[in-house]
């Protein structure tokens, strides 16, 4: 498999949602599933996943590794809470992976940070 060069400028979404049933914060294969869908809706190729499930009607951590970054995702279904990590660079829009995943959730609420990530600056010197 080739790889082709993505530039190194990124946006990075930290998302936090408030409010979610628990019950879609336990099944690690659904969650698994889940940010697959948000990755294939944001054009970026999934390279690896790997996600954890802490036991029955417990929480769950999990990482898709892609070629543009990755997305994350640690749940606590005991607050109704599930924190994501969504960074991509190149071509991908990390923003319609994180619809979504919020669409899927249906979060009471929700806090999105917007950091952008390796953009070049000129010093002057």
Do not use: N
């Amino acid at each position: 498999m080739s790889i082709g060069a993505h530039r190194p400028a990124g946006i990075h979404l930290l998302a936090d949602f408030h409010g979610v049933d628990p019950v879609l914060l336990t099944v690690s294969a659904e969650i698994d599933a889940l940010l697959r869908a948000g990755a294939e809706a944001a054009g970026a190729r999934i390279l690896h996943s790997h996600f954890h499930s802490f036991g029955d009607m417990m929480g769950v951590t999990g990482v898709l590794l892609l070629a543009e970054s990755h997305i994350s995702i640690h749940t606590w279904p005991e607050y109704g809470f599930a924190a994501a990590d969504i960074f991509m660079c190149g071509d991908a829009q990390p923003q319609l992976a994180l619809q979504v995943i919020e669409m899927a959730l249906k979060p009471a609420s929700r806090v999105v940070q917007t950091i952008e990530r390796g953009a070049a600056h000129v010093v002057a010197g």
